[in-house]
Nanobody
Framework: EVQLVESGGGLVQAGGSLRLSCAAS????????IGWFRQAPGKAREGVSA????????YYADSVRGRFTISSNNAINTVYLQMNSLKPEDTAVYYC????????????????WGQGTQVTVSS
């Protein structure tokens, strides 16, 4: 079974940066996708960014494009989300998820989810 462990969340002031990590294990596929999603209190979960690890094709929500960068270290099955110029509206629980297909930000295509990591951006 696929297991995902997120790390790197925390409290940061507006304009600051954080880097989230998602370590994946328990699968043998070479072609899969990892997505980052977030959920703020009282709001629906939304897609933030995703990467197809076979070709490093990346996807970004409009709200984070130009500020966030997703990358992958395939040797250790870990995906990173570098978050710069953080805003208070980025405050949410961030989840990484695994898909056996190149799913982009299509949430329903992700079959395994991590436990989430809290990101809080103060103004």
């Amino acid at each position: 079974e696929v297991q995902l462990v997120e790390s790197g969340g925390g409290l940061v002031q507006a304009g600051g940066s954080l880097r989230l990590s998602c370590a994946a294990s328990g699968f043998t596929l070479d072609d899969y996708a990892i997505g980052w999603f977030r959920q703020a209190p009282g709001k629906a979960r939304e897609g933030v960014s995703a990467i197809d690890v076979s070709d490093n094709h990346s996807y970004y929500a409009d709200s984070v494009r130009g500020r966030f960068t997703i990358s992958s270290n395939n040797a250790i099955n870990t995906v990173y989300l570098q978050m710069n110029s953080l805003k208070p509206e980025d405050t949410a629980v961030y989840y990484c998820a695994w898909s056996p297909v190149n799913a982009g930000l299509l949430m329903g295509a992700y079959t395994y989810w991590g436990q989430g990591t809290q990101v809080t951006v103060s103004s």
